[in-house]
């Protein structure tokens, strides 16, 4: 089988691999339709100090397929089920795991494709627990986008920020994956939207998806322009994952007793910020990472009912890595899926 290996920091190479065993008992074996990137596949290119892994590495993290077989004691799957495989390695039998919320597993193993092997190969055996149904009406392609993107935007938004109808949101990074899709579903829940964007023509497609306020945030002052648009109080809820750039300013946009919930720092990990106005105006923070397995499955349950992602292009698997450039140089809007 085809497998795409990180053999280097910013080396990959597409090599044919052993196909993997039969699946054992209790596990499926899948082939993979599609890889969905996200900025934790360009960490992982790029290398991370911090990481324990051994390389050659098969990258992807996020990724839709088709059962070809399963192993002894698998009742729910079929060969032939279209599915998406959790993007970790979850132990399935630690207290968080048993509760469903794999992200805080004590003896995760790894993210799939950044600590251990990933998807960007044809087949993968996965435990048939991390395996979850794709809704007949979802392709492939958009499908791909649910473990990672929609779910970890589904937890950060509901799970941890707790969004209600009727709020204010600051989406930052609006065409990102993840903005776009933060945009989508606030805007469903019926809150009023402003989201940040590098240029004109991101802003344009950002109203396109129902943002109601776009500020470019390379000719204006996000902060200044998000006072004036809540008439100074502040938003309800601050949509973070770029970091350093950004998070002062984002929480100086809150309101008081407003939640800023980040999972990302694409540009740059370290922030200095007032604790006295932390305190004293009583934010929230939140910290997400990952999703629960009910994250995904209501995920996919929103493509199915019409929710599906802003693909920004469609690469095949030789050109991953363009994919990784693409999203690297912050050129995308939506996502990028690698189609098999
Ligand atoms: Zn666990």
Not at 40 to 50: E, K, L
Not at 76 to 85: A, E, H, S
């Amino acid at each position: 089988m085809r497998a795409l290996t990180l053999v280097a920091d910013r080396k990959l190479e597409l090599i044919d691999a052993p196909d993997p065993p039969a699946p054992g008992a209790g596990e499926v074996q899948a082939r993979v339709k599609a890889v969905a990137l996200n900025h934790i596949d360009v960490w992982g290119y790029r290398g991370m100090a911090f990481a324990k892994r051994k390389m050659p590495l098969v990258v992807g993290a996020e990724a839709s397929g088709e059962i070809a077989a399963v192993g002894p004691g698998v009742s729910n799957f079929k060969p032939g089920d279209r599915v998406v495989m959790y993007g970790a390695l979850t132990c399935g039998t630690c207290k968080a795991c048993t509760q469903g919320r794999d992200n805080l597993c004590e003896n995760v193993q790894g993210i799939m494709g950044f600590h251990i092997d990933g998807f960007a190969r044809d087949l993968v055996n996965m435990h048939a627990r991390l395996v979850i149904p794709v809704p007949a009406n979802v392709s492939f392609r958009d499908a791909a986008c649910a473990p990672i993107a929609f779910s970890t935007v589904e937890h950060m938004l509901f799970d941890n920020a707790k969004l209600e109808p009727g709020e204010t949101i600051l989406v930052q990074a609006g065409g990102s994956g993840i903005g776009t899709v933060a945009i989508k579903m606030a805007k469903a829940l019926g809150c009023t939207v402003i989201t940040t964007v590098g240029d004109d023509a991101k802003a344009e497609k950002a109203k396109a998806l129902g943002a109601d306020h776009v500020i470019n945030y390379k000719t204006e002052r996000f902060e200044t322009i998000t006072r004036k648009l809540t008439a100074k109080k502040g938003v309800d809820v601050v949509f973070e994952h770029t970091g350093a750039e950004t998070f002062p300013g984002s929480l100086l946009v809150l309101k008081r007793g407003g939640r800023l919930v980040t999972c990302g720092a694409t540009s740059g990990p370290t922030v200095t910020f007032n604790l006295m106005q932390l305190f004293q105006q009583q934010y929230k923070i939140f910290g997400s990472f990952g999703a629960s397995m009910r994250n995904i499955r209501d995920s996919l349950t929103k493509m199915a009912g019409g929710m599906l992602p802003v693909i920004d292009t469609e690469v095949p698997l030789a050109d991953f890595e363009q994919g990784l450039a693409r999203l690297e140089s912050r050129q995308v809007f939506g996502k990028i899926v690698v189609t098999f």
